[in-house]
């Protein structure tokens, strides 16, 4: 069974900084797609991050040069490294992997799922 789970969501205050782990389970991710998407209270699930098996990134405008998302595949594991949040930041993170090398940005297109990490950034 493959299983995503991330980790190192919490309460930070603007301007500071978290990482977040998604750990996979089952089978192995290292030339598969990752990314990182986020669902705040009451609005649709966004578009943060992915990287390919490659390790070429694609950003949304809004973390761009605040987020960076990485992957270790001796871990089967992706990161991404949040600075410098911001209120509006304040969302359930959810990772994902696809079974294309290739990154993409729609969440159609990712078939794993982890169960979301809390980041709550207060003002």
């Known amino acids: 069974q493959v299983q995503l789970v991330e980790s190192g969501g919490g309460l930070v205050q603007a301007g500071g900084s978290l990482r977040l782990s998604c750990a996979a389970s089952g089978r192995t991710f290292s030339r598969n797609a990752w990314a990182w998407f986020r669902q705040a209270p009451g609005k649709e699930r966004d578009f943060v991050a992915t990287?390919?098996?490659?390790?070429?990134?694609l950003y949304s405008d809004n973390m761009k040069g605040r987020f960076t998302i990485s992957r270790d595949n001796a871990k089967n594991t992706v990161y991404l490294q949040m600075n410098s949040l911001k209120p509006e930041d304040t969302a359930v993170y959810y990772c994902?992997?696809?079974?294309?090398?290739?990154?993409?940005?729609?969440?159609?297109?990712?078939?794993?799922w982890g169960s979301g990490t809390q980041v709550t950034v207060s003002s």
């Open positions: 994902a992997a696809r079974e294309g090398s290739g990154i993409s940005a729609l969440a159609a297109s990712y078939a794993y």
């Open positions: 990287i390919s098996w490659l390790g070429g990134t």
